[in-house]
């Protein structure tokens, strides 16, 4: 993300891949000279932050604009306290698995366990130079009566270090492979730092975006937590991002124009995955991003209202794209029940989905759920054989394949085998987890780096339920749409979700106008057809989306008008809690 908005920045009505929430005038600053400037005056701070951030790069820039400006400045860098590498490893190692698996469990450890933390907190500032720096991660541990900085970094950069191999996971280890590093990220220092992120919060002075190499743009939490109020009782997008993958098509690069268009597809659109996915600030044109569970750390309740209780900091709906138009098959797949989840993965809510089709082509398919004559024996016998001579499997004579059309909603509770087949673009409505997917077969495919993807078969047959087969697909698993309330140019549409889901969606169809109320429950939302919509909360805030672009309305709003700004109907997608 540029630092600063371009002057090129996408016009109201097209896909803005940099959405913000403006604070006004002089409410961003820009630059390590000015936050130099401050922390000078300060005398001592504590300068923590997340994984992943260049705290070398930070504390060079810092070191040379306070001694430009006359100061000596002594460091304390809490990395040099960490336990010894091997030591933290061994500490993890419960929650990483085994080597050989996908996934770990959520790391119930303290940030503080990771470090020799009664020595970091010894650490006093030292009189004998005029700033008192603490920088790393985990700097608060020492408790200083001195401001507190928080440097976040947004997920999608720090996974483009993590490939580069310029960073470490917390204590050090930096694994031969992304895979490896990504799940300790997601297990261990993201459950971490999270929990320390929220512990803190309170207590932060400034908040500052690690995101670029040689610049910073950084706020007082007055501001802050201003820009948070504003968007849990109006409206909150989150920045999207967009990943190549082995199956991937190129709806995407041909319908969102400011996309990168060198790499080779697009595969995923994180429209809103709220683990990865950060909030924007704008002010003078200057950027600043913050991750998502800020919002919900401090805002849960005007965000989910009747539902806060039940979720708690996890914003429970997420949007992506899947994106096969002129691509490739996903790969043959399901999702853990809830109670193998919660005991085998510690997770709270388990991967409940649908599919429904933005956009497809003639041919495109859907494959869900099983023959009516499932052989669960045959079927695992077959897919192992495929694995082990690499052998091509005809994956219709055990999955149905359904035709996709424009608009339909295919139901994926967890343990049903399924998968998008090529040319489809399909609007993923999901549960929030995202990661925990069994794939069976996988049409021999390599990775975009020429690896074998992981199979899970294990997993996937402790998981399936194989009573979703035959007739019952289609009268179960396909939603069937039931007009449920209209007026003279607006029709209001319920695509009925599986009762396992616990939300569920309609579509609302209109011409010129529409208002809704929240009935104080959170409203995640997508123009599926049209060109663009206005909405205007009961507050009076006013913002323009674009086709395909995600948005939520949270309960806080109360309501809202939508105004189709386009020349034929507009269709709009709305997911809520049940």
Same mark, same amino acid.
């Given at each position: 993300m540029p630092a600063k908005l371009k002057k090129d920045a996408a016009a109201a009505g097209t896909y803005n891949i940099y959405p913000v929430c403006s604070l006004g005038?002089?409410? @961003?600053?820009?630059?390590?000279?000015?936050?130099?400037?401050? @922390? @000078?005056?300060?005398?001592?701070?504590?300068?923590?932050g997340y994984v992943g951030v260049f705290w070398g790069e930070i504390k060079s820039a810092l070191h040379l604009q306070i001694t430009n400006a006359g100061f000596n400045v002594n460091w @304390?860098?809490?990395?040099?306290?960490? *336990? &010894?590498?091997s030591e933290i490893d061994t500490l993890v190692q419960p929650f990483l698995g085994t080597s050989d698996s996908v996934w770990g469990t959520r790391c119930l450890l303290e940030i503080k366990d990771l470090y020799q933390w009664e020595e970091l907190a010894a650490q006093l500032p030292d009189e004998a130079f005029t700033i008192n720096i603490v920088i790393g991660c985990a700097a608060t541990l020492v408790n200083w009566d001195a401001p507190i900085i928080y440097i976040d970094l947004p997920k999608n950069e720090l996974q483009y270090r993590m490939r580069a191999g310029s960073i470490s996971n917390l204590g050090g280890n930096q694994y031969t492979d992304p895979g490896s590093m990504y799940k300790r990220f997601y297990f261990v220092d993201w459950v971490l730092l999270n929990h320390h992120k929220k512990e803190i919060l309170d207590k932060i002075t400034v908040i500052a975006d690690g995101q670029w190499m040689d610049d910073i743009n950084w706020m007082f939490k007055a501001s802050f937590i201003n820009g948070l109020n504003s968007i849990s009782q109006s409206v909150i997008r989150a920045r999207p991002?967009?990943? &190549?993958?082995?199956w991937g098509g190129q709806w995407i690069s041909q319908h969102i124009p400011t996309v990168n268009k060198e790499v080779v597809n697009y595969a995923w659109s994180f429209e809103l995955i709220v683990p990865e996915n950060g909030l924007v600030f704008e002010s003078d044109g200057y950027l600043l991003e913050i991750s998502f569970d800020f919002l919900m750390? +401090?805002?849960r309740e005007q965000v989910l209202g009747k539902h806060a209780q039940q979720f708690g900091d996890e914003f429970p709906i997420r949007f992506d794209f899947l994106d096969t138009y002129d691509g490739d098959n996903l790969s043959i797949q399901c999702h853990p029940r809830l109670k193998y989840i919660k005991e085998v993965f510690g997770e709270k809510i388990t991967q409940d989905e649908t599919y429904y089709i933005l956009d497809c082509k003639n041919?495109?398919?859907?494959?869900l759920g099983f023959q009516e004559n499932i052989d669960p024996v045959g079927f695992k016998d077959a897919l192992l054989n495929s694995q082990n001579e690499n052998r091509e499997l005809n994956i219709e004579d055990f999955v149905q394949s +359904? +035709?996709? *059309?424009k608009h339909d909603l295919f139901l994926i509770p967890n343990g049903t085998i399924h998968s998008a087949g090529a040319n489809n673009m399909v609007l993923e409505i999901s549960a929030t987890p995202y990661i925990f997917t069994f794939k069976m077969y996988d049409w021999l495919r390599l990775d975009l780096d020429g690896n074998l993807r992981p199979i899970n078969i294990e997993h996937a047959f402790n998981n399936l339920d194989f009573e979703r087969k035959g007739s019952r697909v289609q009268d179960e698993l396909i939603s069937k749409p039931q007009i449920i309330g209209e007026g003279t140019d607006w029709k209001l549409i319920h695509l009925p979700t599986h009762h396992e889901h616990f939300y569920d969606v309609h579509r609302i169809d209109f011409e010129d106008e529409v208002s809704v109320n929240t009935d104080n429950c959170c409203h995640v939302l997508m123009l599926v057809e049209g060109e663009s919509i206005l909405i205007e909360t009961a507050s009076g805030i006013t913002q323009v989306f674009a086709y395909a672009e995600t948005f939520i309305v949270p309960a806080a709003a109360n309501s809202y008008t939508l105004t189709n700004l386009g020349k034929d109907t507009a269709r709009l997608i709305k997911a809520f809690l049940k």
């Open positions: 005038e002089s409410e @961003i600053f820009n630059g390590y000279d000015s936050f130099a400037e401050w @922390i @000078i005056k300060q005398k001592n701070v504590m300068i923590d @304390i860098e809490t990395a040099t306290y960490l *336990k &010894p590498t991002w967009f990943e &190549p993958g082995v750390f +401090h805002n041919d495109a398919k859907v494959y +359904h +035709h996709a *059309k």
